[in-house]
């Protein structure tokens, strides 16, 4: 008869032999080291859990379960190379390898606009996505990471709804993790008024697995192909009244015009993974000849496949080719090395380099994670503000009064590695502007952290972020 001891220690040796396997599996993929030894520590410190962490979270099956390179660029270009009409303008030479690399790297070609707009407060931003919606006569395609049952949740579905009966399509994609709390029957109801609902990587307990870890983070709008939303907002009520301590800080460009048909393009691929079924046609990407005067950008998917990072990438490429200063907004900040170094080397470069995040977050321990960060930063110059009226969602950069973005993607590991994002990278003077204003009435709103207040936290707060740290290229 077995004793209690002696189980005790077969399950005990028998952990130590699936962690060491499991750990040797690590190793030997040789993804980034930060990566795996972070999953080394968690396997080593967490007995048990952390071999449950990783069979949900750590394993790269991605090339076997999710789009493959080859079929996600046969339906990005489907119809799409030869219907956009791109941009004419001439860019600045220290941009043109910019431009290249997303155009090599996603297909992400240079397109025009007729206009773009800024929208930095959500009020504002709910009033017009409603506005646009009711506007629509052939198509409503609508993709976000949280879409919720509650006030603006509603209103949104209601529109939608309104429109579907009235002859548009409408299709909607939502994150089947970004909404885990959502009940089936808000969802139904759209399903039933005729619109075309889907989720993107269902998770159905206990065979999720690395689904969970792969998020569709994008947040994109296109209706009749030629006006879109892309940025930061999600559906949900605190996009729009804020948190409980304080306003809730985001950025959005509306774009009208033929540079709409790089979200559409983005959207339909998502579509086509989601639903199976492929969307195309002329009425999808209406033609609109080139006119001077407008609006020049490259809409920049990237996704968990294939070995480039696109927008990770283009922003170092970003900050290599700044000369007078580059401004950045971001929710959490958990960058891997290249990232980091290249904000390093342009503040040592002499570039004016200012980062923004919220003092408060919505995630202590990303908090945490956020801080460790902050003392190599300090010490090459790049100067941190700290916004504290309420949370900072917004993801924005602006150069040198040029190239700006807006998009999805944080500046972490997640958005970065694992997560499918957008970003709109735009080459205009007067956007450049007016995303510099915004960030300049933020600084009113935040308070400089300096190296001297850095350096006095205390002990407990110093471990709390190294621990928090070790897990930042996982969380």
């Not at 002329?282 to 407008?294: F, V």
């Amino acid at each position: 008869m077995w004793d209690r001891l002696s189980i005790m220690g077969i399950f005990y040796w028998a952990y130590c032999i699936a962690a060491i396997l499991v750990m040797v599996n690590v190793v030997l993929k040789n993804r980034d080291s930060v990566k795996t030894l972070a999953w080394v520590m968690v396997l080593l410190f967490l007995p048990f859990l952390g071999i449950l962490l990783y069979f949900f979270f750590g394993r790269d099956t991605r090339k076997a379960k999710l789009i493959g390179r080859r079929l996600h660029s046969q339906i990005k270009q489907h119809d799409y190379r030869m219907s956009v009409s791109q941009g004419g303008g001439d860019i600045p030479l220290e941009y043109s390898s910019l431009v290249s690399f997303f155009d090599n790297s996603a297909a992400s070609y240079m397109l025009n606009a007729d206009s773009v707009k800024v929208i930095s407060s959500g009020s504002y931003f709910a009033e017009q996505l409603l506005t646009e919606l009711e506007k629509a006569r052939h198509h409503i395609h609508v993709q976000f990471y949280i879409v919720e049952d509650d006030e603006f949740g509603r209103a949104f579905r209601d529109v939608l709804i309104k429109k579907a009966k009235e002859g548009v399509e409408v299709r909607l994609i939502y994150d089947s993790v970004g909404c885990w709390s959502v009940k089936k029957r808000f969802y139904e109801e759209m399903r039933c008024a005729g619109i075309y609902v889907e989720s993107f990587l269902k998770v159905r307990f206990p065979l999720f697995t690395n689904k969970m870890n792969y998020r569709n983070h994008r947040k994109i709008v296109v209706i009749d192909g030629m006006t879109g939303f892309v940025g930061g907002y999600n559906i949900a009520d605190r996009y729009v009244k804020g948190v409980a301590w304080g306003v809730w800080r985001d950025t959005m460009l509306l774009v009208r015009g033929a540079a709409v048909q790089g979200l559409q393009s983005s959207f339909l691929v998502d579509w086509y993974f989601a639903n199976r079924s492929l969307v195309s046609g002329a009425l999808y990407y209406p033609q609109k000849e080139y006119a001077a005067g407008g609006v020049q950008l490259q809409v920049v998917p990237s996704n968990p496949v294939g070995e480039i990072r696109t927008i990770m990438g283009g922003f170092v490429k970003l900050l290599s080719v700044s000369r007078n200063y580059v401004y950045l907004q971001t929710p959490y900040l958990m960058p891997n090395e290249s990232f980091m170094q290249a904000l390093k080397n342009a503040a040592v470069s002499g570039v004016d380099v200012r980062l923004m995040v919220p003092e408060k977050s919505d995630n202590r321990f990303t908090d945490y994670a956020t801080k460790s960060y902050f003392g190599d930063l300090l010490n090459a110059g790049v100067k941190i503000y700290l916004y504290n009226r309420g949370f900072l969602h917004s993801k924005s950069v602006v150069c040198d009064d040029y190239v700006s973005s807006v998009g999805s993607a944080n500046l972490d590991f997640r958005s970065f590695f694992y997560n499918f994002e957008v970003t709109a990278f735009v080459y205009d003077k007067s956007v450049a502007h007016e995303l510099k204003r915004c960030f300049i009435e933020d600084i009113s709103n935040s308070r400089q952290l300096t190296i001297g207040e850095f350096r006095a936290r205390s002990l407990w707060q110093r471990c709390l972020e190294s621990v928090a740290r070790l897990f930042s290229p996982l969380l």
